[in-house]
């Protein structure tokens, strides 16, 4: 059983290293093919040509993203902000992640502790898992507030500790469904804003 997590653990990172990766690629294109993932431009065309399709696959890139993190999740946010402007971008991207973090809080909810350590190391599972204890779990609830609204957090991460605590499923969502949606949308403008002055810095 213990293999089988150290296992879990090495797909995962193996995962992540590729992702840094292919954000750096992703960058390096972006700045090579302005136009392609423009509003307007040859990706979406393509996406559109999809139908319905299109912002599926996005909508399910995102949900994987929470608990699969191969890209950064800063990246494809912005990457559908550029795709589907800031209008679908922001529900495309709300739905995906809102989706996907009712997946993380429930399949950690579902196979517990050993779900939440195949992510990440023991010291930082359990420094996020001891704030659980505190002032009978209240303690954790307005952190996971604070984590949803100011960065720097794993946001990702604490839905699945959030799975493994006495949290019912309706406090989750009424915590996410108040502190991430402006967060979420003000982060996205800021990385957007920022992606577009690195790559002006290499023109």
Not at 50 to 76: C, E, K, S
Request: aromatic share 18%; glycine share 10%; hydrophobic share 50%.
């Amino acid at each position: 059983m213990k293999v089988k997590t150290i296992d879990q653990k090495l797909i995962i990172r193996s995962l992540t290293i590729l992702g840094l990766f292919a954000s750096a690629f992703l960058l390096y294109y972006f700045k090579t093919h302005p136009n392609m993932m423009a509003v307007g431009g040859s990706f979406q065309k393509t996406l559109v040509s999809l139908g319905a399709f299109g912002p599926l696959l996005f909508i399910l890139l995102q949900m994987v993203q929470v608990i699969y993190p191969i890209i950064p999740g800063g990246m494809t946010a912005i990457i559908g902000h550029i795709i589907f402007g800031p209008l679908y971008g922001f529900i495309y991207n709300f739905v995906g992640i809102f989706i996907g973090s009712l997946l993380a809080f429930g399949l950690a909810r579902r196979y517990g502790n050993g779900f939440a350590k195949a992510f990440v190391s023991e010291e930082t599972y359990d420094k996020y898992v001891s704030y659980l204890d505190r002032n009978d779990g209240k303690f954790f609830e307005k952190f996971l507030a604070a984590a949803f609204i100011l960065p720097g957090f794993p946001d990702d991460f604490l839905c699945v500790v959030a799975g493994l605590s006495k949290m019912t499923w309706k406090k989750f969502i009424v915590i996410f469904l108040i502190s991430k949606p402006a967060t979420l949308y003000l982060y996205t403008i800021i990385g957007y804003q920022g992606l577009n002055a690195v790559l002006q810095i290499f023109q």
